[in-house]
C-alpha cells in the first residue's frame, strides 16, 4: 500500500461538499420550482459554502519544497514539470485541471489551492508558476544576520527492527541510505528528502518518520575579538 492507495481510500469516505441539487428532490419542473421559491412555497437549499476548498490557481513555496516528485506522479495532466539541476518543480497552470491531488500528497504542504481563476494569458510563460511563496521582510535585521529556523520531515531506521534487506537504499533517489547486507541501515539525514519512499518499500515497517529542527545562525564569527582564530592565536 502507497501514498496514493490510502489517499484514494480517504477519498471514498470524504463526505461531499456540493449539493446533488438546489432542493431536496427533483422537482417535475424547475421553472415551477423557482416560481414556488418566490411565492414562499418551497425553501431552496442555500449555496454552499466552499471556503478554502476553492480550487484556483495552484500556488508553490519554493523554499519550502524537497524535490520528492510525489506531486508529479499523482498529477492526471502532466502540468508538472522537475528541474532536476535545482531539485525544484515548476507548474504550468495552462495544463492544470485543478483536481488539488498535488496539493493532498505534498508531504511539505509546500502547494495550495488558491482563490485566484482569472489566469488566462497570451504570454505562455506567465501560465508557469515558478515561486509564490512569501519573502523575506524587507525591514528590520539584514538578511546576514536572520536565522534560519524550520523542521524538516525525514526518515529514520529502526536498527533493531531493520534485516538489511536494501531494498531502502535501491529505492532511495538521492542514495543517503548506507549499509551493508543483513546489516542495520542508516540514513543520513542531511541528504533525505523526506519522500517516504523507503518507508514505502520497507517490507519490516522499520523506517519511521521524524522532524528534525534544522535552526542554524546564517553569519560567521569575525576574525576579531572572540572569534576562534583570535582565541587560538
Known sequence: MNRMTIQLIHQLWEKV???SFPVSAMPDS???ALL???EGEITLNPPVDIGHRFRGKVDYDRAS???CKLCIKVCPANAIEFLPEEKKVQIHNDRC???GQCVEICPVKCLSMSDEFLISSYERKEQITTDS???LPTEGPSEEHLPLSMKKTVYR???ERCIGCTICAKNCPVHCITGTVKQPHIIDEEQCMGCGKCAEVCPKNAIDIQEIDVSAPVTLPSEGEGSPRAEKA
Request: hydrophobic letters at 35%.
Open 17 to 19: 461538499f456540493t449539493n
Open 30 to 32: 424547475l421553472s415551477e
Open 36 to 38: 414556488a421559491a418566490q
Open 65 to 67: 519544497c524537497i524535490g
Open 97 to 99: 485541471c485543478f483536481c
Open 133 to 135: 511563496g512569501k519573502p
Open 157 to 159: 531506521i529502526d536498527r
